[in-house]
């Protein structure tokens, strides 16, 4: 009696529903577009926009490792952690423009600096934000924020890898014999 009644309680688990599977994040769409314009140094120009695939679309312009177009992919998940880091920075509560025409935003400039420029287009969610700031925008508000949202973004699309800013190597210098020492010399 008690192997029937055991089978009963194993047929009654067996007919149980299973358990629901855990409802999924909806897949992201769009794109988040990073660039960069020319300064008054080696700046490197350029923009790179990334897709929610994880590919990306380059444009490299002047002082870059290979100027010109190309395509390429991004680590797994860069796109979600773009999409995480603008979330995270609030992207959508900066103002459109940062730059030296409009004082509310842009009090003090140092001159020479590069502009950059951040978007995020999502036609599907109906999600459309741009910023330009000229990096040489200093003492408003959303200084702080907007340096580690670039920053961040910088490293997420890979910039230094991809891009090579700054300047060139130079060649080395000719080594010069070292100036005497001393009284004068003796």
């Not at 990334?50 to 796109?79: C, E, H, M, W």
């Not at 973004?153 to 700054?166: H, M, N, P, S, T």
Request: negative net charge; hydrophobic residues 35%; aromatic residues 8%.
């Amino acid at each position: 009696m008690r192997h029937w009644g055991m089978i009963g309680l194993l047929a009654l688990a067996a007919c149980a529903a299973p358990p629901k599977p855990e409802p999924k994040e909806p897949p992201l769409t769009g794109t988040i577009t990073l660039g960069s314009g020319p300064c008054a140094g080696l700046c490197a120009v350029y923009t790179m926009t990334l897709y929610a695939d994880d590919t990306y679309l380059l444009n490299a312009q002047d002082n870059t490792i290979k100027p010109g177009r190309s395509r390429g992919s991004l680590p797994v998940n860069s796109f979600r952690r773009a999409v995480e880091a603008l979330e995270q920075y609030e992207f959508n509560s900066f103002e459109r423009f940062y730059v030296p025409t409009e004082k509310a935003n842009c009090p003090q400039v140092i001159t020479g600096l590069p502009t950059a420029d951040v978007s995020r287009v999502d036609d599907d969610n109906d999600i459309r934000t741009f910023v330009t700031f000229n990096t040489g925008c200093v003492n408003f508000a959303d200084r702080d924020r907007l340096d580690q949202l670039d920053g961040r973004l910088r490293d997420i699309f890979r910039v230094k890898e991809l891009i090579a800013v700054g300047e060139p190597p130079r060649p080395p210098r000719p080594t010069t014999e070292a100036p005497a020492t001393g009284l004068g010399g003796i």
